[in-house]
């Protein structure tokens, strides 16, 4: 049987800017590209409609999407196909005004659909709901990472393998993100979830390997190469994990799990260069050139 190896690889010949350079480069990359999004639009993330309200229609049609697209008076925020025994479209309106029974009303036989459709789920969101809920999902997060912070600093008593734990986490949701926004994944409940669980990925990996280098036995590389040894082999495990949920979701045409699963490989990819680049760099500064007492 195959087994799994971490490749060997000799970060003694790698400076500290050179492994922390990349990860604080993407980092202020993520958040000059989150910052331009909420000047332009207002979120740091583009909502879904879970946060900006509107009403969300699954319809059965023989018909094209440029044909429903045509269907409406009101035009669509998004149309997108369903994976199902018949052909269906997911149509999206993210208008603070406009009720289910107003969309249903535009689909009629004056349409270029002429009768060939059948609404069979509609779902709506009120524009004040869905403040609220934005409003939880931030304290939500904001939450986390508070939380986070205290139990880190109580564990470590230091205030730099502290700081390498909170910046890693930061990078880790940052970047995952930004990317959100370039691939056009909106921000849902789902999607806050992941970037939530991207969080504890990111404070176990970095834990571990912190754990290794200050409390353990062995040389500096001796306890990250241990450390890379478990954490690589469960990061990897998760990616592909995540990675096959996302496939055979879009697949089947559940946006929600194909959104989550590549939230969470990008995450996950992101959490391998800030543990094993940027957080080794900063440790091993703390350990021989900082004041680790």
């Known amino acids: 049987m195959s087994r799994f190896e971490i490749p060997e690889v000799d970060l003694s010949q790698y400076s500290n800017r050179q492994l922390a ?9 993520a958040l000059v590209i989150l910052a331009v999004w909420t000047v332009t639009t207002g979120f740091p993330v ?6 900006t309200g509107g009403t969300e229609l699954t319809i ?23 994976a199902t025994g018949e052909q269906a479209y997911i149509v999206t309106f993210q208008v603070d005004n406009l009720t289910a029974g107003d969309v249903q009303t535009q689909l009629t036989d004056d349409t270029p659909l002429g009768a060939d459709f059948d609404i069979t789920s509609v779902q709506q969101t009120s524009a004040s709901f869905g403040q609220s809920t934005q409003l939880t999902a931030v304290q939500a997060v904001l939450f986390a990472f508070v939380l986070m912070g205290v139990v880190v600093f109580a564990l470590f008593r230091t205030v730099v393998p502290s700081f390498a734990v909170v910046l890693s986490a930061l990078t880790d949701i940052a970047v995952p993100a930004a990317l959100m926004n370039l691939l056009g994944i909106k921000l849902s409940l789902g999607t806050v979830a992941a970037l939530l669980m991207l969080i504890g990925y990111s404070v176990d990996s970095d834990i571990l390997l912190a754990n290794h280098v200050l409390r353990r036995s062995g ?18 495990t998760s990616i592909a994990a995540m990675a096959v949920m996302a496939v055979v979701s879009y697949l089947f045409g559940i946006d929600l799990l194909t959104s ?16 094993y680049m940027m957080n080794v760099s900063l440790l091993r500064w703390y350990k021989f050139e900082g004041v680790s007492r």
């Open 21 to 29: 350079g990349p990860v604080l480069a993407g980092l202020a990359i």
């Open 46 to 51: 583009t909502p879904g409609i879970e946060f």
């Open 60 to 82: 059965q049609t023989s018909a094209s999407e440029a044909q429903l697209q045509q269907a409406f008076e009101s035009e669509p925020t998004s149309i997108r196909g369903v």
């Open 219 to 236: 040389s500096f590389y001796e306890s990250v190469e241990r450390a890379m040894q478990t954490g690589v082999t469960m990061t990897v």
């Open 260 to 275: 989550i699963g590549i939230v969470l490989v990008l995450g996950l990819l992101t959490d391998l260069t800030t543990t």
